[in-house]
Each structure stands twice: as C-alpha cells, then as structure tokens.
C-alpha cells in the first residue's frame, strides 16, 4: 500500500515538473490592467488588455495564437464613434514592438532626442501618443513577438496557412474579425498602419477585410512602406529612385558640394527629385548604349546630389547599390560606415576596402533599447507573465513573395470605399526603403488620378523608425491625428 502511494506521489510531481518545464502559452487568455498617462497636456486613465486569441483553421481547430496588446480610453461614453487603430510592424517576422514602444502607443522608451539608447533602458510615458484620440491594438503575427503556431515548429505546422504575402494578409483579416467582434468595434471608424513589409501587409489587408470579412475601412497608413513591385525588381526606375536618398544622407553626413550643403534639406531634395524624374531614369534606361557624353554628364551630376566620386559612380555604370553608398560615402573622410535603415548612425568595420558595411549600425543601437525595455514593460507593467521567448525577429521564412498584388489590392479597396483615405510617412534618411520610393508607390497606386486627393505624403528628418527622434514622434503623432479628423464620415454618406 505504502509501495503504491509512494509511486503515485513520483508519477505526479514528475508530470508536475513537466508541466513546469512546458514552455508554451494559453491560446486564448486576456491580463487587465488599469495606467494612467498625460497626452498633449491633458491627463486621462486607460485600460491595458494584453493577451492572446487562437486564429482557426477551415474546421475551426487553433492553428496559432497570436498575441496581441489593447488600449482604451477610460470613460468614452460611447465607442460609436471612437476610432480604432489597428497596428502592425512588418519584417516579415518582425514582432509589434517598434511602433507600440516608441510610436503611437502611451508608453515610449527611454532613448535621447535624437533616438539613441541610454541607460538605465525602460520605459516612460508618451506625452505625444494617439491614445487620447483613438484606441489601439498591437498586433503579433504568427512567431513574432509572444505568438506562436500550434504546434509552434515539426513538420505538422502548414507553413502555407501563415508564411507568404497572401497567406499572412487571408489569416490576418479572419483574426481581426474575430478580435472586432469579441471588443464590440464593428461601429467604430477604422484604421489600419503598417510599418516597412507591414506597408504590403495593410495595403493588402484593405481589400481582404472589405472584400472577405466585409470590414470598410476609414483610413490605411503607410509608415515608411516596403513595396516590392520596385525594391525586388531592379532597372532602370529601381536603381534611378534611389538618388534622393544619397541627396538627404549625404547632406546630413555633410558630404555634399559645398553649393549644396549650405542649403536647407528640404531645399535641396526637390531639386535631386526633379533630376532624378526627368533626366536619370530616361539616362539609365538606355543602358549600354548610353552615348559617352551623356554618361560623363550624368555621373557628374550624380556625383554633385550623392557625395560619391564621379569615378565610383562611372566604375558602376551609373548604378549604386545602396549597400556601396552605406560603405563608401565617409570612407575617406572619417571611415566610418552610415546606417541601412537610418543613415545617420555610424558604424565601425574591421577595414576600410569593401563594398557592403560588416553590420547594420543602427538596428545594433535599437535593439540595444527595445529587447530589454518590451520584455520589461510586458510582464511588469501590464502583467503578463511568461517564460515564453519574446520574438523581436521570429522564423518566418522561406516566405512566399508570388502574386504580390497588393498595390492594386488598396486600389480596388479605394476605389469601392469613398471614405477610405491613405497616408505616407516617410524618413528622408532611410536607406532602406527611401522616401523617394514611397513617394513613387503613392503616385503608381492610381494611375487614373482620380482619387490623388485621398493620398497624403508627410516626411520627417530621420529614418525608418522617424518617431525616434522626439522631433518627429510629435509630428508623426500630430500628423496622423489630423489625418484621422480629416479622414471622419462627418456625416456623410459613402458614395461618389
């Protein structure tokens, strides 16, 4: 009898111990939590609901859960007419974190002025934050952040259902409908903003929630947007778009032509737009028949808009990699390298020869501040306790990039949905997905013109992440509280 209880008592503090070790999250679990902050001068109380929701599969098996962070206002008397801000980051496999800890949500970190990190690394309050105007969700997509497929790896996960272009955009919109339903959103204004591949992401997302949830959005918002349809397929346009952002780098790394550099930027970068339009992209489309006058002419003038010698430009045949320009621009004034995705950082390679820079500088710097600062904020501040890894990159990929129609997917979306309004911001100093080229995507998305009303482009002094810089994270916030006021029903009703 003894024997018995004892072996007992071992089998249960060993499938105890298991269960200890069992690193895995609730597929569906909410933490609440109650904060306080000060927006723009007012003070005011908002509820933390942080937690996860199953996304499901044809026969209604979780087939993911995926983690999310919600914000309200505190007594809204009603949320009829309170817009709803739906959040995404990009990657692809990149979790929510960069615009909800230092961007639009009510808790910022603790960085300089210009975005560099400091320590002791935390957190503080955003007195610039959208909270006061709308709500918002923070949303991790499958292995990013907190989220995790179910099983979370083997051969049994379908990498089909959540990995690629249009796989990410169909189970997305399902789990906002769900999300929508559960918080009693559906009469709320909505609003969508993707940052980098969440530029693709949410031009997609447009089309799909409308077309397959019946979800109509108020306004989509594009920060600092990736559009593959011009940074994947090269040429003449690719390559040529690429010259207003060696103009901003290089002016703020003060390696411009004197004639320049004593210019405003905001002064310069119409002039190497101008250029790049009307002169380089009809001079790189012809090519190796190029006549040699024309290609002395033309590296000269590129040599006067990017810094880079007139020799390195005519080595390449007109055309510099951006991976060439972060490497070669201060080589010989102070060798040091400038950052990818924000050019104003710097970087330090083991030597000075070489085509490519040894390290992105400035996502060292940011992961610096933001891996200690949301694995902090999450479980102390908004309660949510896990021993679950926090996927600042998850594995997402191979990822499936065919049939990319995104582009037109928002088209379609704006063409069906008078009220639905888009909104570009930009960073002049990022090199990764330029300013120029968001720019040019804005102008290619209507190619009948008509609806160039309901386009807006905002730029700020920085890079890819522009809110950074307190400078800009009061503009940008200001900027996309103007365009959620402009983008209102007001009353009107939906039709041409």
Known sequence: MKKTTLSLIAITFTFLLSMAQDRTLPIDTTVVSQHSVTVNGTSFSYTAKIGTQPVWDEMGKPIAALHYTYYTRNNVKSTEERPLVISFNGGPGSGSVWMHLAYTGPRILKIDDEGYPVQPYGVKENPYSILDVADIVYVNPANTGYSRTIPVSGKEVDRSKFFGINADINYLAEWLNT???????????????????????????????????????????????????????????????????????????????????????????????????????????????????????????????????????????????????????????????????????????????????????????????????????????LKFKTDIKYNMFGPVHPWDNNDDETRDNLRQAMAQNPYLKVMFQSGYYDGATTYFNAKYTMWQIDPSGRMKDRFSFKGYRSGHMMYLRKEDLQNANNDIREFILNSGSKGTSAKY
């Open 179 to 381: 999300f929508v339903t559960r918080n009693n959103r559906w009469r709320s204004p909505k609003y969508i903003i993707g940052e980098s591949y969440g530029g693709t992401r949410v031009a997609g997302l447009a089309l799909e929630l409308q077309n397959r949830q019946w979800m109509y959005l108020n306004g989509v918002i594009m920060v600092s947007p990736a559009d593959y349809k011009v940074i994947r397929v090269g040429g003449p346009v690719s390559d040529a778009l690429n010259l207003p952002y060696f103009t901003a780098a290089a002016w703020y790394q003060k390696a411009l032509d004197p004639t320049l550099q004593q210019k405003d930027l905001l002064d310069i970068l119409p002039e190497s737009e101008n250029y790049t339009l009307n002169t380089l992209i009809p001079a790189l489309a012809k090519g190796g028949f190029i006549s040699d006058s024309e290609k002395m002419e033309v590296a000269k003038k590129m040599s006067y808009y990017s810094g880079l010698t007139e020799k390195e430009i005519l080595e390449h045949n007109l055309i510099i990699p951006t991976s060439y320009f972060w490497k070669a621009l201060l080589r010989d004034k102070s060798g040091y390298t400038i950052g990818r995705l924000d050019s104003r950082y710097l970087g330090l390679d083991k030597q000075l020869a070489g085509d490519s820079p040894d390290y992105n500088s400035e996502i060292t710097s940011w992961l610096h501040s933001f891996t200690p600062a949301i694995n902090y904020y999450l479980q102390e501040e």
